[in-house]
Structure formats: structure tokens, C-alpha cells
Nanobody, 118 residues
Framework: QVQLEESGGGLVQAGDSLRLSCAAS????????LGWYRQTPRSGTQRELV???????PSNYGDAVRHRFTISRDKNTAYLQMNNLKPEDTGVYFC????????????WGQGTQVTVVS
């Protein structure tokens, strides 16, 4: 079993920056991905891709955040640097752990609120 600890959400003004972190612990598989998905007022209950990073491979970004957000990783902790935040980035950001090339179900964090006001 894997546990995820998220931190870094908050309320900021448009154009500001925030950094989220997600620390994974427990039964970590050697080949895995960490990242964030978000639920926004526009997406409703659907969680849309923000960014993911594989420990032995490339990162991947959602179109809405590409060139503004940067994901990085230090062992089993992932960081999401969010720059030039916009009101439409407001939502709940969920960390996700995915053991690649296995049938193990992904693990989701509790979510952290990001609110961007204009």
C-alpha cells in the first residue's frame, strides 16, 4: 500500500506562483509515475491531467498548463511549480501514484485546494 502526503495549496492572485509537493511512502514500485490531476468548476467531477512524471522517463503536461507549470521529482517526492496562475486554474489538485506495468490500482491523495483570484 502507498500513502501520499500533499502540501502547498492556497489562495493567490492571478499571475502569482505556487508550488505543490507530493511525497509517496510505503510499498513503492521501482517503475512508477507521480503527478497531479485537478477538478475545476469547468471540469466538474472529472479529473483532468495537470502533469505527471515517471521516475525513469519523461514528464507529461495537460494542454492548459503547458509552458506555465513544471513538474520535477526527487526520488519519491514530486513537485509542481505553478507560475503565472490564472483564475481558471482554481480547483482541487489531487496527487496520483501509478505503479507502471503492473495491475496495481493507482493511489490518489486527498486533494489540496488552489484558488486564484483576479
Amino acid at each position: 500500500q502507498v500513502q501520499l502526503e500533499e502540501s502547498g495549496g492556497g489562495l493567490v492572485q492571478a499571475g502569482d506562483s505556487l508550488r505543490l509537493s507530493c511525497a509517496a511512502s510505503g510499498n513503492i514500485y521501482g517503475y512508477n509515475a507521480l503527478g497531479w490531476y485537478r477538478q475545476t468548476p469547468r471540469s466538474g467531477t472529472q479529473r483532468e491531467l495537470v502533469a505527471t512524471i515517471i521516475n525513469y522517463g519523461p514528464s507529461n503536461y495537460g494542454d492548459a498548463v503547458r509552458h506555465r507549470f513544471t513538474i520535477s521529482r526527487d526520488k519519491n517526492t514530486a513537485y509542481l511549480q505553478m507560475n503565472n496562475l490564472k483564475p481558471e486554474d482554481t480547483g482541487v489538485y489531487f496527487c496520483k501514484y501509478d505503479a507502471r506495468l503492473t495491475t496495481v490500482a493507482p493511489t490518489w491523495g486527498q486533494g489540496t485546494q488552489v484558488t486564484v483570484v483576479s
